[in-house]
């Protein structure tokens, strides 16, 4: 799949996810959480929180509130609260965060800069007119 997914800003009691064996190429924003085990070419925003699992793998920039990986990530790392690397990670590229974690056997090559979270960047939320504006 090519191109901008945007996902639907409706209340959901579960999260978005991006299932082992499917591969997403292009930009990914959502007002929610989401769930990565696939692998993911592009950029993915997400206003709550990103969660790349042990299979996930990701080859571009991640931005959210906060974001947990246990997978491969290579790209600039965005989270405005809280980024944590699991035991299994492998995460290549620039983080930035204003609280890190990292376990004991996570690998991590970059940079990092830490900050209060009311100096990050904030999410892009998704409204109604956004969505208009992109011919959605």
């Not at 991006?18 to 959480?33: H, M, Q």
């Not at 571009?60 to 974001?67: L, S």
């Not at 969505?131 to 959605?136: I, L």
């Amino acid at each position: 799949m090519k191109g901008t997914v945007t996902m639907k800003n409706e209340p959901s009691a579960g999260i978005n996810l991006i299932g082992v064996g499917t591969v997403l190429e292009g930009k990914l924003r959502t007002p929610g959480d989401i769930q990565i085990d696939g692998k993911v070419m592009g950029e993915i925003t997400a206003s709550q929180n990103i969660s790349i699992g042990a299979s996930g793998d990701i080859d571009g920039n991640v931005n959210a509130r906060n974001v947990t990986i246990g997978g491969k990530i290579k790209g600039t790392i965005v989270a405005q609260e809280k980024l944590m690397f699991q035991s299994k990670a492998v995460v290549r590229g620039d983080i930035r965060a204003a609280k890190l974690v990292i376990d004991e056997g996570a690998l991590f090559d970059g940079n990092c800069t830490m900050a209060e979270a009311k100096q990050m960047p904030s999410v892009v939320e998704l409204k109604p007119e956004a969505r208009r504006a992109e011919g959605r």
